[in-house]
């Protein structure tokens, strides 16, 4: 990164991603790691509890819940068990945050899982790891390993006489499964499917004892806030969301990645660190957090990225999973392979969204394909209109912010399909290496919808 | 000790309840109820699906969408971002809620989910069974788009599943509201399908390796033997096994749409063909509210009524579909009458066909060999156990007016002395005691001699509810814990059948505090004479104790050291009603000791005779009935609805009747005891009749007359019987025969004494023998099943059980066969190798193939004969186990 300043950057869980080895433990302790524990292990849990509600850290795995609150809603111990699990099933096309930290630096995870645990009186934590990044789950288990080896984990943590067991677990790859309720049911080995609420995890949550869910990278953030304090960490960030966070760029964009920043920063800035848009070409749309965020174009490209902004502007920071798409890229297309991904993602469980979907696709397969009809567009958002706010989880309201969000931005490209009977884009020309297309035979009336 | 009084108790605490607003109509209800029920309390209807009140909340089918406010602290009323789900929601004080009567967003949310569930559901209701009843296809119309505006291409999948002979399953109506699913799991508790795949494609299903991805079974290895295996092919359930389930015709019926069907009723009527008329179930004394659906004089189907007291909205598969048995082809429709030939002293020489004769006729016949019967050496009544109480107080007064005898015995199964005391002295008379909701909410439950899901399935749904919601825990004196017992959580107390009188002792004299012998296990017998004595906990005692001398004394005795409440739950359903009208020998109705001279005085003076007409001693069980029939000191017997088959010694019962010079019959269909008989007079099933059944609460259940019919009920036949006899029984009309159970009301008086009797020594066990353990299943070689093709196909397949020791004693290995006899004879099944007593082996008491009194002579309790089977061994049609049809269809 040479270009431009990267002053900007505030690498923390990045900072040791060039180091050799970086996944070790050495590697890790070599860079301070684990200062943190040892200093909460002097504190009372309660007072780390408020340090990290003092840090303002909000969740990061998209809703953006103060976690230090979270964890204030566990009931007072009564003798049994309680929970932390990790959220590390990170599916949402576009996001790939948690799964490069986990890859590069493991051990920013395990301790913030052991603080966390300490804080909240828990003795056994799991984390769930999306299953089909099996590297992931080999490095983290031997992470754990390590921890265990080096006496970070287990029997009386550091001669603290506080027990904790971390069990890594490898999810069977749905992306429900990475709502919270559905997460426990599939770690309880049932079928991955969101719970009714109430009762809510922190009250019943694993094995209907209380429990904490939180996204790995607020749980790597932990360790940081306790060794450095709480006024570091809030000291960076905006208003009401502080701190730092990783933006992951992707797409046409010179130099995709992990880009770690303050939050408030603007795409503008983060397409300078990242060499702009792919040469050539000028940013059409993007995605602030996620394919279940509603899409921005390069008018919002200074809207500063932090949960109050984006949210004014008409979307959610979401996962800040920055997608960049240039002016080749056919946004029926783009719109049409998301809800693809939603039929096929789609529990079943509730009306709206199983069925939704399943429709959704169709109609946008067929408007692609160049055989939509004059009322299909008003079809599509009245169907999503159905489907928001009306399905059992958030995933069926994710699964129409695109469509939503794309027919409003781009309304006349949807119309130019369906008058001009086709895609009038070329969608080699869009690939970030030479393809051939495979044969432009429309599956939209095959129907049978499924996987 | 025994309940007398009814279980409602003083002080119970008010009721919390909630105010809130729907559709600006403000409603009171109490505290966690659901925005769905608050609604239908002001008559509001919100559509839905999922929904069911006997089930959790799902909120799976978003179809009852509401507006929803609530006050925030300040009290300022706040409207929720999104549309509720009002099925799921419990009311708060204050809240405001919009239903789609007020609110265009709850309306349109509504049509929005109506019209996705429309979208891939198949338009082929006129072929549907639910097509006319259906709440898809209702709500559609009430709360639906006039038109869809779906036109691309719908879900299909290849119909139907048969996911048993029984129950089938059409893929592409189902809209997931996962209600079957949810009752198997929490009422039933034998989950036999799940929900499958996800997404658009998320469908219901079975068990399947290839949709699981599981690894299939290595190879032809040999498993172990499926017990509790079905007949018929079915598919496994998500356990893996064989699926198989008392319960399943539920998910039928609360399928709110056409997705799972009835392979009896299907394709076969449309509802607004159909009248329907309320009854009771008359396969076991639950008594449970059922629904009759008939078109044109011929039931096409049973449904479940809603008695929130008794069954709820359940009920067994034997009561749903077993029904054909009153309209079987060999239904007597006319009196018969037989002649004989006669040598020129008057004594048969041979006893010729039976031809159909007028009930003048017959009557006359009857009578005229009843009087001779009754004047030579008497006659006995054996009325069956499945009488309703009009019936049974009109067979008591027929045997104790007209034939003038005491020789009177409902009891066509294994019985003895000391029942009948503990009868007279713990059950006749007692009115409502123990109830379905007591064992809800009581904290410990003993079973003996009971298997609740075989022989009282509703009892056995109560008890699981109340395992699940309550806690309730539960013990059972048995020689092995079976699937059932295992789903109502409980404790198997093992006990060899005839030692039952054992534990219930050992308990009681615990509970009294006396001391036990050292060999004995005090923590259980603490644990459970403890939990006994909790207030409001209850022993069930089933009719097998009569097979252990000495149970009934010691689980009365065991009562009345706990304070427990005692419940006497037969198998049939006229059992409970034959006690109160005493057709057991000593027995007057009402509870009146036939001993106690004023006792009969009442009954006399009810019955209008002379208290000195009655019979003062008290007779002959049916036992002791078949007995003197045998060997002459009988000269006649009339008899009920009775197989001889449910006798003990079914061969003995035979002879009796052959030996007998006069037998009459009152019978619905031809039986073995109609071909032994001189006069036939042919009698109404349930379906042609009003009448009452008296569950085992106590509780008497009334139906209505279903079909138009000429046959007549046995009060109104023994009314003319009596009427040829010279004696008026007042059971001419049904209303008569109803308000002469009202003429005798409980007994006051001093009641029958407690039976005293002693425990005896189980038998010894010589090597190559064990002591046999049966009882009925739920769906077995049954009369009252027969021409039920689909429902015997559920039924399970008999297996022998023992434990390893005595398997291994006996040389047989889990899956061979085995053959058990005596010198009667043998029956051979594959050996289930289980977890029980030792030197026991349990055989199904009469399931097809597998009639125990009949082929072996036996009863539980008595030792047989255990040995590998012969090589030419015969097995039983359909007992044989095979490995490989498990997974077909």
Redesign the interface.
Known sequence: MSEPSTSVLTPVLTDTWDADRSWKLATYEDAGGYEGLRKALTMEPGDVVQAVKDSGLRGRGGAGFPTGMKWGFLPPPDGGPRYLVVNADESEPGTCKDIPLMLASPQHLVEGVIITSYAIGCHHAFIYVRGEVLHVYRRLQAAVQEAYDAGYLGKDVLGSGYDLEVTVHAGAGAYICGEETALLDSLEGLRGQPRLKPPFPAVAGLYARPTVVNNVESIASVPAIVARGADWFASMGTGKSQGHGLFSLSGHVTRPGQYEAPLGITLRELLDLAGGVRAGHRLKFWTPGGSSTPIFTDEHLDVPLDYESVGAAGSMLGTRALQIFDDTVCVVRAVSRWTDFYAHESCGKCTPCREGTYWLKQVLHRIEAGQGTEGDLDLLLDLCDNILGRSFCALGDGATSPVTSSIQLFREEYQAHIDGGGCPFDPSRSALFDYTPRSRRTPALAGTGGH | MTATTSTTQSGTPPVETVTCTIDEIEVTVPKGTLIIRAAEQVGIQIPRFCDHPLLA???????C?VEVAMPDREGNVRPM???QASC?MEVTPGMVVKTQRTSPVAE??Q???M???L??HPLDCPVCDKGGECPLQNQAMTNGRSTS??E????TFPKPIAISTEILLDRERC??CQRCTRFSEEIAGDAFI??Q??????QIGRFDEAVLDYAPPPGEHRAATPVDRPHGVALPDTSGLPFSSYFSGNTVQICPVGALTGAAYRFRSRPFDLVSTPSIGEHDSCGSAIRIDHRRGVVLRRLSGDDPAVNEEWITDKDRFAFTWQSAPDRITTPLVRDRTLDRYGRVVARGELRPASWVEALELAAEGLTDARDARGVGVLTGGRLTAEDAYAWSRFARTVLRTDDVDQRARVHSEEEARFLAHAVAGTGVGVTFGDLEKAPHVLLAGLEAEEEAGVTFLRLRKGVLRNGVKVWSVAPFATRGLARLEGTLLPAAPGTEAEWLGSLATRAAGAPLPADVGAGTLDAVAGGLAEPGSVILVGERLAASPGAYTEALRLAAATGARLAWIPRRAGERGGVEAGLLPGLLPGGRPLSDPAARAEVAAAWGVDADALPAEPGLDTGGILDALSVGQLSGVVVGGLELADLPDPQHARRALEAASWVVSLEVRRSEVTELADVVLPVAPPAERAGSFWNWEGRVRPFGQALESSALPDHRVLHQLAGYLGVDLGADEPLAAHRAIGALPAWRGERAPAPAAAQVEPPPVAPGTAVLAAWHLLLDDGALQDGEQFLAGTAKRPVARMSAVTAAAADVFDGDLVTVSTDRGAITLPVAITEMVDHVVWLPLASRGCRVHAQLGASPGDVVRVAPAAGDAVVVEGARTDHTDGGAA
Not at chain 2, 57 to 63: E, F, S, V, Y
Not at chain 2, 152 to 155: A, G, H, M, S, T
């Open positions: 909340p799902a909120g799976a089918c978003r179809q969408l971002p999104k549309p799921t349109k949310a049509h929005g989910v019209e996705l569930l979208m891939n505006r779906f691309d291409v719908k879900r809209v997931l799940a929900l795949e996800r997404g658009a494609m998320q």
